[in-house]
Structure formats: structure tokens, C-alpha cells
């Protein structure tokens, strides 16, 4: 499985950007696809999940009500829809797969490149 990350940028803060996360090599339906960041310094930290099959998702408290996870399963793509973005959420983001949904980014077995994503305040 390939994972290609992309949509990172520079904001500023209370603006919004979306990643895109598109996986090759493997049907998605068994899958869980995350996303996490890694601010520097700071260890890597769970973002978002989302099932494949079936849309069920989860989110670190942190982004609760301001990120937003989606896929299509047409396109084998993944997105993470950022608003309100804060300093704090400067980071690389990596999208990742793994068979269960896990906040441990240790569990996921494949991951993508990394999209920095600063937010200035």
C-alpha cells in the first residue's frame, strides 16, 4: 500500500485548509485510515480516524468540532478538513492505514510521506 499525503500549507489563524491523503495499491474496505502530527519536538499524536466500510470516525479532543474526516471511496482518498485553525495545530500531518481503529500511531502499519501544515497567528 502506498499513501500519498497532500493540502498542507500556510494559514493564518481561524482559516481553513483540507488534506488529502490517496491510497494506492489496496482495496480500503477492511481498513481504518488515520491521521496524525507531529509538531517539532513533540511526539507524533493522533488527529482523526475513520472507518473505510461504513464512515464510523473518531477525533482527539483536541480538534473536536473544527476537523472534520471523510473519504470517497470512488477515488481511494481520505481528507481531513481543517477550520478554524489554531497556532497550536502546526504540525506535519501524516495520513496512515491500519485493519482497527487506534489513537496509537504504533498499531498503524502503513503511512504517507507527511504535508506540513503551519498556521500563523
Known amino acids: 500500500v502506498q499513501l500519498q499525503a497532500s493540502g498542507g500549507g500556510l494559514v493564518q489563524a481561524g482559516d481553513s485548509l483540507t488534506l488529502s491523503c490517496v491510497a494506492s495499491?489496496?482495496?480500503?474496505?477492511?481498513?481504518?485510515m488515520g491521521w496524525f502530527r507531529q509538531a517539532p519536538g513533540k511526539e507524533r499524536e493522533f488527529v482523526a480516524a475513520?472507518?473505510?466500510?461504513?464512515?464510523?470516525?473518531s477525533y482527539a479532543d483536541s480538534v473536536k468540532g473544527r476537523f472534520t474526516i471523510s473519504r470517497d471511496n470512488a477515488k481511494n482518498t481520505g481528507y481531513l478538513q481543517m477550520s478554524n485553525l489554531k497556532p497550536e495545530d502546526t504540525a506535519v500531518y501524516y495520513c496512515?492505514?491500519?485493519?482497527?481503529?487506534?489513537?496509537?500511531?504504533?498499531?498503524?502499519?502503513?503511512w504517507g510521506q507527511g504535508t506540513q501544515v503551519t498556521v500563523s497567528s
Open positions: 496512515a492505514l491500519d485493519r482497527y481503529l487506534s489513537m496509537n500511531p504504533a498499531a498503524y502499519d502503513y
Open positions: 495499491g489496496r482495496t480500503l474496505s477492511t481498513y481504518v
Open positions: 475513520i472507518r473505510w466500510s461504513g464512515g464510523s470516525s
